[in-house]
């Protein structure tokens, strides 16, 4: 692969370093666990605060299911060069778990779910991630991993 970015951008493998934006669309794709840690360290408030983002208790064990992939990528990623060809395909798991994220969301305010301010910027935080991973030019070359 030849160096379209500058050289502090490579690791000592020649693989590129893992984008900022990435780590973000991670952190968004696994929020349902996200709040499963905060709610368990919190071991009082745990039941409320899972109460105030999952008021139906559905959402929340469904949510958790879409932020596999993306719990498997934080894994996966420091150890990319063990497993190149699942992690040549793990890009099109996370857009595939994207997806599954965003038809969730749009199903859930078509059968009448309240549109709030936290709804609609997951809902765009979603559609941006969606886009991103697929069109980004560099999240496409930090899944080649190079054969040097």
Same mark, same amino acid.
């Given at each position: 692969m030849p160096y379209l970015y500058p050289p502090s951008d490579y690791d000592a493998h020649g693989n590129l370093k893992t984008p900022f934006m990435f780590w973000c669309i991670l952190?968004?794709?696994a929020r349902t666990w996200f709040v499963l840690v905060l709610a368990a360290a919190?071991?009082?408030q745990?039941?409320?605060?899972l109460g105030v983002f999952y008021p139906d208790r559905d959402n929340f064990?469904? $949510?958790?299911?879409?932020g596999v992939p993306a719990a498997l990528?934080?894994?996966?990623? $420091?150890?990319?060069h063990l497993y190149p060809r699942l992690w040549s395909?793990?890009?099109?798991?996370l857009i595939a778990a994207q997806g599954t994220l965003l038809i969730w969301q749009l199903l859930l305010l078509v059968q009448g779910e309240e549109l709030t301010g936290v709804t609609l910027a997951l809902l765009i935080a979603d559609i941006f991630a969606l886009w991103w991973l697929f069109?980004?030019?560099?999240i496409r070359d930090y899944f080649i991993l190079?054969?040097?």
């Open positions: 952190l968004l794709q919190s071991r009082q745990g039941d409320a605060i064990w469904f $949510g958790l299911l879409p990528a934080f894994i996966l990623s $420091g150890r990319r395909v793990w890009r099109w798991v069109t980004s030019r560099r190079s054969r040097e």
